[in-house]
């Protein structure tokens, strides 16, 4: 039975994961600190789940206990790790930088150290579609140079980006880092949007929305973000002969088993076409507060997932009414509203 060790199996994505990799037949160990970034009900709620599977089993602890993360991997001793624990949010990294620089920079350097330590037969980690900062090429492809970031948050990520790259050309151990972008869906994170949205309306109270709507963003149903990440578990990066032996438009490094894959949906959404999706799910019209930009944001996001594609012969591709619809169902069931 294969093994699976995953950073952040209480978050959002972990939990999915967590459960694809389960019903894979994955015998799966999960890390999570159970940090109080938002409500830890919900956290303890999806490891609750999780542990009714008999092939699951977890420890509470922050990333930055070195030795604490070297004993846990050791005794797992795991084929491959996901690193999703992360300290999220670009909004939060304005008020406080340093919990992104404890929990990503050198809570990722710990788990880069187990996964050497261990020999793993890959290492997957978290980066996000925040890296590309300043840049406004798009659709963003991995080729694209992402040394801009606008956020702290940004910033770690794109550290981590960096260290494992490093890890990979040193120690032959095979990287891949995954840019997410605004994933969402069922089990989701009450800071980000469609949570704070589909609760605000339902509550009655006004949504915030920047840049007075003209903001477009790649949404990626959870489901799909996992099915990509699954699949590129089984697809690690192996160190190319030459940098000619590198195929057009592929970012494996031409001198590590390192590789940058993004998961997007590859269709962008106006902000507030966003809204109107879920005020037709929900039935009722939104209250809506138009803001300016906050610092750190950009006005787009959208992703090429032609590499994922290449690699997995996956794309994500859930319609954005079908998510939401899902996100909301999940919603009124577990808040019983």
Known sequence: MRRALITGSAGFIGYHLANRLLAAGWRVHGIDGMTPYYDIALKQRRHELLHEKPHFSSDTFMLEEADRVAKATRDFAPNVIVHLAAQAGVRYSLENPRAYIESNVVGSFNVMEAARETKVDHLLMAS???????????????????DLPMTIYAATKKASEAMGHSYAHLYDLPVTMFRFFTVYGPWGRPDMALFKFVAAILEGRPIDIYNHGEMRRDFTYINDLVEGIARLINTPPVRPANAEAIPKGDSLSPVAPYRVVNIGN?????????????????GRKAKRNMMDMQPGDVPA????????????????????????????????????V
């Open 128 to 146: 996000t579609s925040s890296v590309y900062g300043a840049n406004t090429e798009m659709p963003y492809a991995e080729t694209h140079k992402a």
């Open 266 to 282: 590859g269709a962008p959404v106006r902000l507030l076409d966003f809204v109107e999706a879920i005020e037709e799910t929900l």
């Open 301 to 336: 996001t959208w992703a090429d997932s032609t590499l994922l594609h290449d690699l997995t012969g996956f794309a994500p591709g859930t319609d954005l009414a079908k998510g939401v619809s899902a996100f909301v169902d999940w919603y009124r069931a577990y808040y019983e």
